[in-house]
């Protein structure tokens, strides 16, 4: 981003921060935890560009600090490796807030934009735009992803499992992307990815859902020594298959609604899949897993 517009969300991530927490009152408790998380993320990008210290300073002392002003002088920043692996390490102080390393430019960033060489067939077909998602601290970037929306042909949002199904900036976007559909936007076809399904307690779950083995299909015996493999292999389909069963009845409706009535076909425009990158990559590695490749949802 340009220094002016930085200058401009300094001045609105001070005031994030200066703002009074006393005084609530049980009616104002959504608006607290909306208030908080936008403080909780004032603090981080602060603390990523300026150090712990800079929670301690004022617009006048930040706005001058030499290692950000000469990084905004270009507003922007050419990188190139040989190697994908090579790019991944290096780009992500720019794109990441839990990346590792010191200094992180992330903050600054607006847009990355990242081609392959000689791909000129793929390029021309596909672009992939990674959007910031709803909330941003930054308000430029919080517009972006609805102006985006309407020019995207399919919308992926991407969650953990745990919480795909409760994670208020995803309902969001996803709202955002029903009306782009029934506004007349490119938009055709809005999937959820719910990431690391081999996380998961076994124990937790079935203790939760009053599930028994035989109802997920155990055949092992507890002594067995495959018993814990094949219980969170069953444990992990149930759930998978829980989750699909959960988003369809949620959003289904609301897509009918949007879509003008119970006569659009719903699953033309809605799709869940449940995947582990990490099973994926063990199962490439050849080592041991929990799931088969088809299980993984990445094969």
């Known amino acids: 981003m340009s220094k002016q517009e930085w200058d401009a969300e300094l001045r609105f991530l001070l005031e994030t ?51 950000v002003s000469d ?7 050419s990188l190139t490796y040989d190697t994908a692996e090579e790019l991944s390490n290096e780009i992500g102080r720019y794109i990441r807030s839990d990346s590792d390393g010191d200094p992180q430019y992330w903050p600054l960033v607006k847009r990355v934009t990242i081609s392959l060489p000689r791909s000129p067939t793929l390029l021309d077909t596909i672009v992939l735009v990674d959007l910031p998602g709803a909330g941003d601290a930054n308000k430029q970037r919080d517009e972006m992803w609805k102006e985006c929306l309407s020019r995207c042909a399919s919308i992926w949002i991407v969650n953990d499992i745990n919480r795909a199904l409760s994670d208020k900036e995803a309902q969001k976007i996803f709202q955002e992307s029903l009306r782009s ?17 081999d996380n998961i307690n076994p124990k937790e779950l079935k203790k939760n859902d009053k599930i028994t083995d035989e109802k997920l299909q155990i055949s092992e015996f507890k002594d067995s020594p495959d018993f814990k493999k094949r219980e969170k292999q069953a444990c992990i389909r149930y759930r998978n298959e829980k989750t699909k069963e959960k988003f369809g009845k949620n959003h289904k409706a609301k897509i009918k609604n949007f879509l003008l009535g119970e006569n659009v076909d719903s699953d033309k425009y809605f799709d869940v899949f449940t995947v582990s990158s990490q099973e994926y990559s063990a199962i490439e590695e050849g080592e041991d897993t929990t799931l088969d490749c088809h299980e993984t949802g990445l094969d």
């Not at 909306?34 to 930040?62: N, P, T, V």
């Open 17 to 67: 921060l200066s703002n009074d927490q006393e005084d609530r009152t049980d009616a104002d408790t959504e608006y607290d935890d909306d208030a908080d998380e936008m403080r909780d993320m004032a603090k981080e990008k602060i603390k990523s560009l300026y150090g712990e210290d800079g929670l301690e300073k004022g617009y006048d002392e930040l706005v001058g600090n030499k290692k």
């Open 71 to 77: 990084i905004l002088k270009n507003c922007s920043i």
């Open 181 to 197: 559909i029934a506004g007349g936007g490119e938009c055709h076809n809005i999937t959820f990815i719910c990431t690391k399904t």
